[in-house]
C-alpha cells in the first residue's frame, strides 16, 4: 500500500501479482541518459518555432534555439496545444 494514503478512508483493496508500476521520474532520467549516451540531444525549455519540409519530409525544426536537423523525435507537455503543427 502507498505511504500518505489515508488509512480510515480506505474501503478495500485487491492484490493483483501481475500488476506494475514505476517510478516516472526515474524512468525519464534514464532514458533520457540513453538517448544522450547513443549520441542523441535533449532540449528543453525550447520553443518550437517552426519545421523545414522537403516533400512530405521533416527534414529540420526551427526552435528558440536555432535548427535542429538529423533525426528528430517531438515529445510534448502540457504546453503540446502551443506548438505548431
Same mark, same amino acid.
Given at each position: &500500500?502507498?505511504?500518505?494514503?489515508?488509512k480510515?478512508r !480506505?474501503?478495500?483493496a485487491?492484490?493483483?501479482?501481475?500488476?506494475?508500476?514505476?517510478d516516472?521520474?526515474?524512468f525519464?532520467?534514464a532514458?533520457?541518459?540513453k538517448?544522450?549516451?547513443?549520441?542523441? &540531444?535533449?532540449?528543453?525549455?525550447?520553443? !518550437?518555432?517552426?519545421?523545414?519540409?522537403a516533400?512530405?519530409d521533416?527534414?529540420?525544426?526551427?526552435?528558440?534555439?536555432?535548427?535542429?536537423?538529423?533525426r528528430?523525435?517531438r515529445?510534448?507537455?502540457?504546453?503540446?496545444?502551443?506548438?505548431?503543427?
Open positions: &500500500m502507498r505511504t500518505g494514503l489515508a480510515d !480506505i474501503a478495500g485487491i492484490h493483483c501479482p501481475t500488476y506494475e508500476t514505476g516516472p521520474a526515474k525519464t532520467r532514458l533520457a541518459e538517448i544522450v549516451a547513443r549520441g542523441g &540531444m535533449l532540449l528543453t525549455d525550447t520553443t !518550437i518555432d517552426g519545421f523545414e519540409i516533400g512530405q521533416v527534414v529540420g525544426i526551427r526552435t528558440s534555439r536555432g535548427l535542429v536537423c538529423d528528430t523525435v515529445s510534448s507537455s502540457r504546453h503540446a496545444a502551443a506548438a505548431p503543427r
